[in-house]
Structures are given as structure tokens and as C-alpha cells.
């Protein structure tokens, strides 16, 4: 078999047209919702990354404020304007881009947004209400890969995922997102010894460790469901991801193509995250 696309830029397009008109809806009401963008630094990445989400912003009709900073901006300095941005009513989002540079704590900062404002769903209010089952904000990558499973209409009721990697961003809320949806859920890592055995009995399998070829084509059972969210460059420095893609897809039921996947998924639960905290305002 061939494997179905899983095409993350249509379905973007198609859940940026449902915030559109949440955005249309507030304004409609006399909010506009507003999303605050703080960059520390110059990093080239970090640069798209902001350049994009601002973009997003004004494409679906909210607010965007965009900070940049010198890299030498102090740590006082940041928390401080944070502080004022939690306290500013036309702000409903706060978004520090990740990395800091090396004299700034990056969790400390990341706890002093409002967990009301907290639209990546990095503090620890929202991964408590993640793991409680409380409603809260949902990391923006994994919540991506959720609403890629939707729109392929595939039921977790009683499937075995397997999610490769456990970071804080993507590994660990996956994992959590997959149980509440009665999914049975392995965590594999660099610490777990053969973790081919592991795939291979996997119903669907999320590969986070930004590593080449960590999934090659003898890892997956026939007709797994394969989300690959690494971003990584081949010698060629073509843009690709943590599985091997083609050979991949001679087995899976569906695969994510590496661009094109998860990443554009990712800006567009932001902006749901965004319109939803400006909905809590209205107790909506």
C-alpha cells in the first residue's frame, strides 16, 4: 500500500477559516482578539518563526504586537514586561519565542505569563489541567497532530500509541492527548532498548526527536497512522523529518509529509488557543 497524505497545510487553511469567524464573532461583540509576541535576540530561525505567526495573526483578523529585543535584554527586564503585558486588557495571548539566550531562565520566564494568556500551554497551570483532564490551554503542536487524527476521522478508542520522544513541548502532552482519548500509550526515549519491538506493535506512532531516519520502514506494523514532527536537513539540506519518509509510506495507512505536515498545524492552534483565551473573557 501507499500510504494517505495527511496534508497539514489544506487543513490549516480550512481551521483558519473557523477562527476567522470566532474572530469575526468577538469583534462583532467589541473584542478583538490580541496576541503578544516577544523575541529576544537575533536567531534566523527564531525570526521566520515570529514573522510567521504575526502573519497568521493578521490573516485571520486578530491583534499582534510584536516585541524584539537585544539579546543582552536582562532577565528583570523581560519578566517586567511581561508583568505588563499580563495586565493589559487588549492582549489575550502572550507568546515568549523559544530560545532565550543563555542568561535567561527560560521556565521562570515561561511561569510568569498569566496561565489565562497562556496560548503555547507551557506553564505548569495548563500542563496540571492537561494531565487532570481540566480544560486549559493544550500545547500547539501536539493539539496540531489531535486535529490531524480528526480530520482522518480515526478513533484512539482502544488503539496502541507510540510516541518517540519525551519533551515537555511535544513527547509528554502527546502521550497525554493520546490517553484521554483512550488511546493505550508507550513513551520511547533515548533511554529505551528496542524500541523496534515497540513500534512494530503500534497502531499510530508520533515520532518528536528531531533525528533522521529514527523510523524507517521495518519499524511499522502495516497500516499504522505515522505523524512525523521532526524538522531536520539531509546532506542535500533539503528540509526533512524524523521518519524516512518514503520508505514510510510503502506501509502506513497515512503518514505527514516533512514540510508540509505538522509544522503549518502548529501556527493555526496558536491562533485557536489565541481566540480561545479571548473567548474566556467573555466567559464563552
Known sequence: ???????????????????????ANLKAQGITPGLAVILVGDNPASQVYVRNKVKACEDTGMHSVLERHDA????DALLARIEALNEEPSIHGILVQLPLPA???????????SPAKDVDGFHIASAGALMTGMPGFWPCTPFGCMKMLESINYSLQGKHAVVIGRSNIVGKPMALMLLQANATVTICHSGTQNLKALTLQADVIVAAVGKRNVLTADMVKPGAVVLDVGMNRNEAGKLCGDVDFEGVREVASHIT??????????????MMNTLLAAQGRLGA
Open 257 to 270: 509529509p516533512v514540510p508540509g505536515g505538522v509544522g503549518p498545524m502548529t501556527i493555526t492552534m496558536l
Open 72 to 75: 543582552g535584554l536582562s532577565q
Open 103 to 113: 542568561h535567561i531562565n527560560a521556565q521562570r520566564v515561561i511561569e510568569a505569563i
Open 1 to 23: 500500500m501507499t500510504a494517505q497524505l495527511i496534508d497539514g497545510n489544506a487543513l490549516s487553511r480550512q481551521l483558519r477559516m473557523e477562527v476567522s469567524q470566532g474572530v
